[in-house]
């Protein structure tokens, strides 16, 4: 079983960059691939990146592509979310998780662990 902590949220403004770090306080990653989900107000979660168990593949919801970057550190038990040229819109509870397969999902019902969550506010 793996226990995820999201940190690194806060409020910036536009065109800032943000690093979000998601770290685990039990268990290991190296068998998971991992992603990152988010949720404004009102809306459901959606979908923001995933990585593969190698950290060779990378998928991106077409939203973010060119200025988010999924990363992983199977050795320090880390993965993280690099967001550059934030923008207001980008605003959200953002989640990592973790999903027991390395084929692509980017399904949020198919992700087996959770972190808490992380509040992101881009400000304009």
């Known amino acids: 079983q793996v226990q995820l902590v999201e940190s690194g949220g806060g409020l910036v403004q536009t065109g800032d960059s943000l690093r979000l770090s998601c770290a685990t306080s039990?268990?290991?990653?190296?068998?998971?691939?991992l992603g990152w989900f988010r949720q404004a107000p009102g809306k459901e979660r959606e979908f923001v990146a995933e990585?593969?168990?190698?950290?060779?593949?990378?998928y991106y919801a077409d939203f973010v592509k060119g200025r988010f970057a999924i990363s992983r550190d199977n050795h320090r038990n880390m993965f993280y979310l690099q967001m550059n040229s934030l923008k207001p819109e980008d605003t959200a509870v953002y989640y990592c998780?973790?999903?027991?397969?390395?084929?692509?999902?980017?399904?949020?019902?198919?992700?087996?662990?959770w972190g808490q969550g992380t509040q992101v506010t881009v400000s304009s």
């Open positions: 039990r268990g290991t990653i190296g068998g998971y691939a």
């Open positions: 998780a973790a999903i027991y397969s390395d084929t692509y999902s980017g399904n949020q019902y198919e992700y087996d662990y």
């Open positions: 990585i593969s168990r190698s950290g060779d593949s990378t």
